[in-house]
């Protein structure tokens, strides 16, 4: 269980002492595909919590998700219309509920 949180960490670390900039022009697409990994992460903490992870579950999750958000936004983009946000709503709140599912558990224990 502490794994995706410990990868989630380093890779927070890592990203956070590279020199590595984005384009702004691609700011809307990595922002969308962060979150989407970011809830793909705290689902596979919630499911191995309540002892339902299976990996493979876990890894299409996160890459189909990431790949979705970016589509999405990029076809909003081109349309002229702020897609992203849908997918910035959707994937908020499911953060939000892994993150509450989780802390019930750990108040559980």
Known sequence: MWLPLLGLVLGLAIGYVSP???PIEY???LSVGILAALD???GGIRSAQEDHFDSTVFLTGFFSN???AALLAYVGDRMGVDLYLAAV???????FQNLGSIRRHLIKK
């Open 40 to 42: 793909s992460v705290l």
């Open 89 to 95: 709503v959707a994937f908020g709140v499911r953060i």
């Open 27 to 29: 700011a809307k697409y």
């Open 66 to 68: 990431m790949l979705l």
């Open 20 to 22: 590595f900039s984005v």
